[in-house]
């Protein structure tokens, strides 16, 4: 979709009597479909289907934290939190997590949870609804991996890929590539990782099955984005991301987290 920045100043009425210029509306939804053409499973290969044009307008006035950039996910909650400085959402599901105990569950991470029940749960975060019947650590578990699988920009910026990829065993160096993060990400990816943390001690891990690399397996994905299209740069790279995480999960020191939120 091309805009201009000499589109006629028309104005698009909405029901709750908002009014937004054509102008404005056309650049967001250009902004959105680059992103998901960019990110999406078929990146850069082909043109936005119908679906995903409907989601971009829909985003326009319905903001979701689902999808988003952290900037965005932090401006959307600056009037409810004002003081925080981690997204909400990361740490409420962090927190439902180990509320309902999945630090002693078997295959926490690893065994998805009910869909239906994980996209109920997704529609009360949007609310700003704080879950609080789950009956099950495995769907707000489920949930956290989405939302950081489905953030506009990955959680560790695609200008640090290489630096990540090529200091995978490194734990220093790993670290080093950690510090220069943007202020946002960095918090964000201290903050995931003290919660793998919590699970990759061994008194956890032995009653989950989830030990350091599982748990590396499972959320490398989640924070590193291969852009390569070349199927056997993608599968060597796929360890060496796993090796990363692995590394900051066993090296990286977050006690500096505590008492941020």
């Not at 499973?41 to 950039?69: C, H, L, V, Y």
């Not at 090796?243 to 066993?250: A, D, M, V, Y």
Request: proline content about 7%; glycine content about 4%; hydrophobic content about 40%.
């Amino acid at each position: 979709m091309d805009t201009d920045d000499d589109l006629p100043d028309l104005i698009v009425s909405q029901a709750d009597g908002m009014l937004i210029p054509i102008s404005h509306f056309a650049k967001q939804c250009n902004k959105r479909l680059e992103k998901m053409v960019q990110s999406g499973p078929k990146k850069g290969q082909r043109k936005p289907n119908i679906d995903e044009i409907e989601q971009a307008k829909k985003s326009i006035f319905n903001p979701s934290m689902f999808g988003s950039t952290l900037e965005e996910i932090l401006a959307l909650q600056c009037e409810r939190f004002p003081d925080r400085k981690l997204p909400w959402l990361q740490t409420t599901l962090s927190e439902e997590v180990l509320r309902l105990n999945g630090a002693q569950t078997e295959g926490i991470f690893r065994v998805p949870g009910d869909i239906d029940e994980v996209n109920a749960l997704k529609i009360k975060c949007d609310q700003w609804i704080i879950p609080s019947d789950c009956p099950d650590p495995h769907i707000p578990a489920s949930l956290l991996k989405l939302w950081y699988r489905e953030l506009q920009e990955p959680l560790i910026p695609p200008e640090f890929y290489e630096e990540c990829i090529e200091n995978f065993q490194n734990p220093e160096e790993a670290i080093e590539v950690v510090n220069k993060l943007p202020d946002i990400n960095r918090l964000v990816l201290a903050y995931l990782i003290r919660f793998l943390q919590v699970f990759a001690a061994e008194d956890n891990s032995k009653v989950t099955k989830m030990d350091v690399n599982n748990l590396a397996m499972v959320m490398a994905p989640n924070c590193l984005r291969c852009e390569s299209l070349e199927p056997q740069v993608i599968f060597e790279n796929t360890r060496k991301e796993m090796g990363f995480i692995r590394t900051l999960i066993q090296n990286l020191d977050t006690s500096f987290m505590e008492g941020i939120v």
